[in-house]
């Protein structure tokens, strides 16, 4: 009863999609972002909740800064398990000090404190022997901001923000969008007079207006950023679904369907929605990636997610300002990380729409 669709009949399409190089390349770098977020605490320098570590002395370093520290062991602190590390990340086990050098005299292990002046005139600090301590040496491959954070751990756990805002925000405007189109173009008469009327009013409001109202009436956080771009992102979705449906349900499979007997709802969710998988999809693509241009431009805005979590769209905020000066790369690195991921998703909604374009 029901009528197959292009990417239902085989399993063709996925290979031409791993055929076509640009599609083939966005797959991957969208796989890294994800594995990023995913392990972000695992993987980022700074395993610190939100990367947060701060050490005011190493503020705005150069890439490939390296200096020693001084970690004593912080009897307070606890270990998280597994699952929480993965989503909270670990608090420090030690009390960092940046340090400019160490020497041992007399048995016993002097440092000098680093302060960032030219001579460094650090305190100099006499270990007990009884301290439970280290001397380490860490590498900041993209330098520290301004607050003497490692950039690098920053870009990494800011990465979780846009993935995530990406997929709940499409959730929840495939959610409404596929729903009041299915209903729209299934049913049509005043129904869809009253859907289409809903949709021209929020299509006529501009998206970056509606966005920040809806973020001004929700509050600015974490989860009321998923809530007000889910909610201006439906538009597109329900008149692509609706001018689907009013398509297929003309179909002699719905028409028979009808006649068996079979309710609105498996019509339209097993007969008809399975036929327009691919435009939505498409969409979809596209969305996801509109969604995280959205929230950095919330974040930007200071509406998006708050301090101390980060965000591509604070980093470049908060250091936007150095674009003037001899760092750059500290709000020009997060711009990078937003325009490949952005342009891999609009890129691998192009190749879809290619794949289950029947005219090719």
Known sequence: MKQNSNLDSSKSPFKK????????????????????????????????????????????????????????????????????????????????????????????????????????????????????????????????????????????????????????????????????????????????????WLINVVW?????????????????????????IGLTMWVDIARMVRGQVKSIKEKEFVTASRALGFSNQRIIIKHILPNIIGPITVISASNFASAILQEAGLSFLGLGVQPPMPSWGSIIKENYGYIILDAAYMAIAPGIAIMLLVLSFFTLGSGIRKVIDVRN
């Open 17 to 196: 999609l791993l055929k076509d190089p640009l599609s083939l390349t966005s797959i991957i770098v969208i796989c890294i972002f994800l594995l990023l977020s995913i392990g972000a605490y695992f993987i980022s320098p700074d395993s610190t909740p939100y990367a947060n570590e701060q050490h005011l002395e190493i503020a705005v370093k150069k890439p490939g800064f390296k200096i020693s520290f001084l970690e004593i062991k912080n009897l307070n602190s606890r270990k998280n398990s597994f699952f929480s590390r993965i989503i909270y990340g670990q608090p420090s086990q030690y009390i960092s000090t940046p340090i400019f050098k160490h020497w041992k005299q007399g048995g016993k292990q002097f440092v000098e404190t680093y302060t960032g002046d030219s001579p460094n005139n650090g305190e100099i600090i006499s270990i007990d022997e009884k301290t439970d301590y280290r001397i380490s040496e860490r590498t900041y491959v993209l330098g520290t901001d301004r607050y003497g954070r490692c950039l690098l751990s920053q870009l990494i756990v800011g990465t979780r923000v846009s993935i995530a805002v990406g997929f709940i925000s499409l959730i929840i405007s495939l959610f409404i969008g596929i729903t009041l189109g299915a209903v729209a173009g299934y049913f049509g008469g005043w129904i869809d007079n009253v859907i289409m």
């Open 204 to 228: 006529s409001i501009p998206t970056v207006l509606l966005v920040v109202a809806i973020t001004f009436a929700l509050g600015k956080g974490f989860w009321q950023v998923f809530m007000a």
